[in-house]
């Protein structure tokens, strides 16, 4: 069975876009902690291609995710704070 381990987004609320904004939404990952922040998904459910624009102003994560979990995780995670929804 395949299956996909993902980490999820969510959109950030607190800023205003949209097309009556002029602005791209922004999204962030959920907390790390926080209760359905991972989940599997079946691989034939994915989209396939969206554009994310790092949003390099708000920085990168600092979180436990940095550092390598297992001997196949050679680089550490590289995560940016949020994210625009290109459209």
Do not use: T
């Amino acid at each position: 069975m395949d299956v996909l381990w993902v980490r999820w987004l969510a959109v950030d609320k607190k800023h205003k876009a949209g097309w009556k904004a002029k602005r791209l939404y922004k999204v962030r990952f959920i907390p790390n902690l926080d209760e359905g922040a991972f989940g599997f998904l079946d691989p034939s459910d994915i989209i396939r291609g969206v554009h994310l624009i790092p949003g390099f102003d708000n920085g990168l994560i600092e979180d436990n995710l940095n550092e390598a979990e297992s001997e196949w995780d050679y680089e550490p995670a590289r995560n940016w704070c949020s994210y625009y929804v290109n459209q």
